[in-house]
């Protein structure tokens, strides 16, 4: 219960008011990602082995975790700033670019998933990626209450 406690926090630091129509929160990318860390230490039950392994490759995660956490922030930042006027050519462009987006994080879950399922019991692999997406649906919870709908 101590860990969902934290990662409520967590998700309350990313976005705390209702966003203006015209802007979007600046986030402490850095902070955040150092937050979400201590909550993966408090979750995961790694043996001293496990851990040596463990952290090399999930500091290799998010670092590509951090570039498409950034790609996404920005692509919303976008669709707050084109919302009210949006063509059907820029909507093509930012669903496109969102596809990808969304293509490259699947793309590096699955290089982990790999990469962890080699070194680590696959009970460790899953507890890491069903925690990750806890914080990611909280993420995205926050966000859409807040993103301006198309006019």
Not at 37 to 59: C, G, I, N, P
């Amino acid at each position: 219960m101590k860990t969902f406690a934290r990662i409520l926090a967590l998700l309350l630091l990313l976005v705390t008011v209702p966003l203006p129509a015209e802007t979007s929160p600046e986030i402490d990318v850095e902070k955040l990602f150092a937050l979400k860390k201590e909550l993966v230490k408090d979750s995961m039950q790694l043996t001293q082995r496990e851990a040596a392994v463990f952290w090399h490759l999930y500091d290799e995660y998010e670092k590509k975790a951090i570039d498409i956490f950034n790609r996404r922030a920005a692509h919303i930042r976008k669709y707050i700033q084109e919302h009210k006027n949006m063509s059907d050519e820029t909507a093509k462009t930012m669903l496109k670019n969102y596809l990808q987006i969304e293509a490259d994080a699947l793309k590096s879950k699955r290089a982990l998933v790999a990469k962890f399922s080699k070194k680590l019991p696959l009970k460790t692999v899953y507890q890491l990626f069903v925690f990750e997406e806890i914080l990611e649906a909280g993420y995205f919870s926050q966000i859409a209450e807040n993103l301006p709908p198309l006019e």
